[in-house]
Structure formats: C-alpha cells, structure tokens
C-alpha cells in the first residue's frame, strides 16, 4: 500500500507545475488582414431570398489570444484568433468565419469558412469574379465550394470588403445581400 501511494505521489508532482510560466512571445494579427472579415459585433445586415424573403442575420465576434502551453506550466507563446459567426434562425444559416493566419511564415492571412458544420475553399489559383447583385457590381469576389455533395448550398461568394454577398443552393434559390 505504502508503494501505491509513494507512486501516485510522483505521477501527482511530475503532472503538476509549481511555477506558472511566463508568456515570452505574443503574436497579434495586423489589423489590416482583421479587415479581411468586413463585419462589427452586432451589425444589422439583411439578406433577401430568391422569392423574396428579406431577413436580418447576426454578427458575433471573438477576438482572443491561445497559447501553446494549455496549462501554462513553462514558458509559453500567445497567438491571437479572430472569428465571427454570422446566423439567421429562418432560414437557418450559420456561418463561421476564422481568420487564418500563419506569424511563421510572412503568408498574406486568408479567411476559412463553414457553413452549417461543412467547411467551405476557395481555389487560390482562379482569378476573382466580378459579380452583379441589384445593379451594383461587387469586384474581388472569391467563390467558396464545398466538396461534400450532400449539403444543400453549394457555393458561398465573398468580397474582403463587403462580406458574403450571396449564397447558392442546389436547387436553384438563392440568398444575396439586400
């Protein structure tokens, strides 16, 4: 019994840490490419149906940093996330935004998406669209494509400066800016 206890009490202290960590190195996302995901924290946008529908959807934003010593039990570096959630009850649409972004490697950041649980590409080597939505032409259009053939939307188009701009399901409807 003695031994049980003598070994549970060098797993306890190899497990625990008696000196917190020190953060030693902080990376902050440049504002600029924060601008690639052109919402604020409870904005008012409204997207209208193919037939006719208008709706309001939220924006949720979470700015944080991470670290990559969970427990902080030695020195550690912070990393900062940024991600927004953009959702309407009807219709249900729920879309996550993260800003990708690598302090590595001086990589321009690029925004990943997921759309109702199914993650979203865009093909870096296509050239942007231009696209037309009630007589106003959007330009540096990025065309996001899922290759889960179940789901319903198949292709979300997205500018750096306005946001989503619409939104394309399979059978036809779709969901655009208003």
């Known amino acids: 019994m003695k031994k049980f206890v003598l070994l549970i009490l060098v797993i306890l202290v190899q497990s625990c840490c008696f000196k917190r960590g020190s953060e030693v190195e902080r990376y902050d996302i440049p504002d600029s490419d924060k601008d690639m995901i052109p919402y604020v924290e409870n ?12 709706f309001q959807c939220a924006i949720e934003i979470e700015n944080n940093y991470m670290s990559n010593n969970e427990d902080k039990c030695g020195d550690y570096m912070s ?54 939505i009630n007589g106003v032409n959007y330009s540096d259009v990025y065309v996001y494509t899922t290759d889960d053939d179940e789901f319903q939307i198949t292709e979300v188009y997205y500018s750096k400066s306005i946001g989503i701009l619409k939104i394309i399901y399979k059978n036809g409807d779709f969901l655009q800016i208003d």
């Open 43 to 54: 904005q008012q946008y409204f997207m209208i149906h193919s037939q006719g529908y208008r």
């Open 79 to 132: 990393y900062e996330y940024y991600y927004v959630n953009f959702h309407s009850e009807l219709p249900s649409l729920n879309i996550d935004l993260n800003l990708i972004w690598n302090f590595e490697v001086s990589e321009p950041a690029t925004v990943q998406m997921i759309v109702n649980q199914y993650l979203f590409n865009y093909d870096s080597t296509l050239n942007l669209t231009t696209l037309e």
